[in-house]
């Protein structure tokens, strides 16, 4: 039997529709539960009056080790490093693990810790030192032994900041790439980049990105199988903003806007071993204060990166500062996070995410 044209348009769409509804689209139809093991803060007390911008590492026996900047505020020049381990549901009390100190009548600030192991079993402590993001440089220690001891401060190569913010990813191959980013003196740019090692951490280059009009900073990487990769980054435009690699992180996209809101705050990403991808974000816009826009915390899911969905809230209040999270995946299968909170403590969760 043969249709005339316009009934067999509509035919097609008739049949679409119904098979849409029976078959939705995988991002749609595959639900994420979340089911909270454990909460708590890192700590009660410490030798800081404020703290910020955890990062998070598993060590073996399922330990989890955090770092994060601590002193008397952002960017004084008491501000170091410290760092905690929880073994057995319990977290281990701070202790400083890197400073600004030149020498003994100069020190700087630390700012931004990144925890990274490689598959070599080395394990770095990736860091910024200096007055200010607009002129700060890279110094990282290694540890052979899950950080029980660790190397004196070496500063990167120069030209070469290492990851801003949050983990890098190791290839198939072996080679690391950093998420990194500027910040320039006059402080109207604002552009992220790739830095790439090998398995060594040796043989730094820079992978360049066009960054259009986008005032981006502190990118997480996502990956995908066939060795594509994405980056979402905190920016100014009220918006998390994302570039994609076809190649490995070889070459990237043009950047643009995703469907997520973002207060000028940083976010963090992990792509599970199901293939999902988990991001946590303030999902607010900015205020006329720095501040304002991380009172809330969500966590969102996506199965394309393209389309998220907001699965769960962590913190959600009128004023305060909830921000710059952390979040990774352990062996076994929980998904571990920390964030700042109000400035005076570290919280973290232990997840089950399905």
Not at 57 to 84: C, P, Q
Request: proline letters at 5%; hydrophobic letters at 35%; aromatic letters at 12%.
């Amino acid at each position: 039997m043969r249709f005339p044209v316009a009934k067999t348009s509509e035919f097609i769409r008739f049949a679409f529709l119904t098979l849409s509804l029976i078959f939705p689209a995988t991002t749609k139809a595959q639900k994420t539960s979340v089911k909270i093991v454990r909460s708590g803060f890192i700590f009660d007390e410490a030798p800081f009056a404020s703290c910020h911008a955890s990062t998070l590492l598993e060590l073996k026996g399922n330990r989890i080790m955090s770092a994060w900047f601590g002193g008397k505020f952002e960017g004084s020049k008491d501000v170091s490093i410290w760092y905690s381990v929880r073994a057995n549901s319990k977290w281990s009390k701070p202790v400083e693990i890197a400073n600004g100190l030149q020498n003994d009548t100069l020190g700087y600030a630390c700012w931004n810790p990144v925890l990274f192991k490689a598959r070599n079993g080395i394990l770095y402590l990736h860091y910024k030192v200096g007055p200010n993001p607009r002129t700060w440089w890279a110094e990282y220690k290694t540890s052979n032994n899950n950080g029980k001891t660790w190397s004196p401060a070496k500063k990167l190569p120069n030209g070469f900041l290492g990851p801003i913010k949050n983990k890098p990813v190791q290839l198939a191959a072996g080679d690391i790439l950093y998420p990194s980013s500027t910040e320039s003196l006059d402080e109207k740019k604002w552009l992220i980049h790739l830095e790439k090692s090998d398995k060594y951490g040796n043989n730094w280059r820079k992978i360049e990105i066009d960054c259009d009009t986008f005032g981006v900073i502190q990118p997480s990487i996502l990956t995908y199988p066939n060795g594509k990769i994405q980056l979402l980054c905190r920016s100014r435009q009220n918006v998390i903003v994302q570039s994609w690699s076809e190649d490995n992180g070889e070459s990237w996209s043009k950047l643009s806007k995703t469907s997520l809101p973002n207060p000028n705050s940083g976010s963090d990403a992990v792509t599970l071993k199901s293939g999902k991808q988990i991001l946590i974000y303030n999902p607010l816009e900015a205020g006329k204060n720095w501040w304002e826009g991380r009172s809330v915390l969500k966590l969102a899911v996506s199965c394309d990166g393209e389309h998220w969905k907001d699965i769960y809230t962590l913190e959600n209040h009128k004023e305060g500062e909830y921000s710059y999270p952390a979040i990774i995946q352990g062996k076994n299968g929980h998904v571990y996070l920390s964030y700042t909170s109000l400035r005076k403590k570290i919280k973290s969760f232990e997840l089950l995410v399905k």
